[in-house]
């Protein structure tokens, strides 16, 4: 995908300049729906906003997935990263692993979700005053879904990006995008890891949606700024599902020793294959430290 460069785009350095007038809101109540590193950046940044700018964000609820059991035999509960670095902040924290039935414990004006899992119904969404938002880690519309960190390495993308979206009633990463990282896109070192991709974009990320709010980009009526492809640029715009095991699965008549290494580097030490044991039996064999030579 090598998108053209476009105009206009929000970014962190221009929010407040390209328009017109600066929107205000009332002193936002938010509630923060996360559960990860990439989630912890944009959390961290509206706490430390709230310190300091108390007539914008007037407090912070921390909605988080309950703990999970991993491990052999699924014995350790695991909290999700974000819960810690929630009562690090003083945060209210809250878990849940459905909205079926859940209510909010206060009243809020602004939903913000930022890599947490779960879809958040259109009557959540609709209870809020503003809405709700969402940090997103690629150009929308390229790399919609919940892995676009790991198929921007794999798919070879030079350049990527961070979106700024509203929280669509209808399903993920389909809402208005309220800014955006400008065309071509922030550079891919070569070589670049996901942890290392995930804390550059985290941080643009957080920067992007304290600026928005800043800039009352959630306050109606609300302007999508994304960029439109055309029908060359649509043909490489591409879907970024869920990673599972089965991409990690070593393809020996398919994959050149590069695309092993790539998958080694992007997927870490989750590269496996099938072999047959003298039993007779199939296992799985997994290959730890692939290096391309």
């Not at 794999?154 to 993920?172: A, I, K, M, N, P």
């Not at 870490?268 to 199939?282: E, H, P």
Request: proline share 10%.
């Amino acid at each position: 995908l090598r998108p053209l460069l476009r105009q206009p785009f929000l970014t962190q350095q221009r929010l407040s300049s390209t328009a017109p007038q600066r929107k205000t809101s009332d002193p936002l109540r938010i509630l923060f729906c996360g559960s990860d590193e990439f989630s912890a950046a944009s959390l961290s940044a509206l706490a430390l906003e709230h310190t300091r700018n108390p007539s914008l964000i007037h407090s912070i609820d921390v909605l988080v997935r309950p703990p999970k059991p991993t491990g052999r035999g699924l014995t350790i509960l695991r909290e999700v990263p974000l819960q810690s670095v929630a009562e690090s902040l003083s945060l209210p924290v809250h878990a849940v692993d459905t909205f079926t039935g859940w209510q909010p414990p206060l009243p809020y004006n602004l939903i913000v979700a930022v890599s947490f899992g779960l879809f958040v119904p259109p009557r959540i969404l609709r209870s809020a005053a503003y809405g709700g938002l969402n940090v997103h880690p690629s150009l929308l519309p390229d790399l919609r879904g919940p892995a676009p960190l790991h198929h921007a390495l794999l798919l070879g993308r030079t350049h990527t990006g961070v979106s700024l979206q509203t929280l669509s009633e209808e399903s993920f990463d389909s809402g208005e995008v309220l800014a955006q990282t400008p065309l071509p896109g922030f550079p891919i070192a070569k070589g670049m890891k996901v942890p290392a991709l995930r804390d550059m974009l985290a941080a643009l990320g957080a920067r992007m949606l304290v600026d928005g709010l800043r800039a009352g980009v959630h306050v109606p009526p609300r302007k999508d700024v994304g960029w439109t492809p055309t029908e060359e640029e649509r043909e490489g715009i591409a879907h970024a599902p869920k990673i599972t095991k089965k991409d990690a699965e070593i393809r020996w008549d398919a994959w050149m020793p590069e695309t092993m290494a790539l998958r080694a580097r992007v997927l870490g030490d989750a590269l496996w294959s099938r072999a047959v044991a003298r039993d007779g039996r199939t296992k799985r064999v997994i290959l730890s430290g692939v290096e391309e030579v």
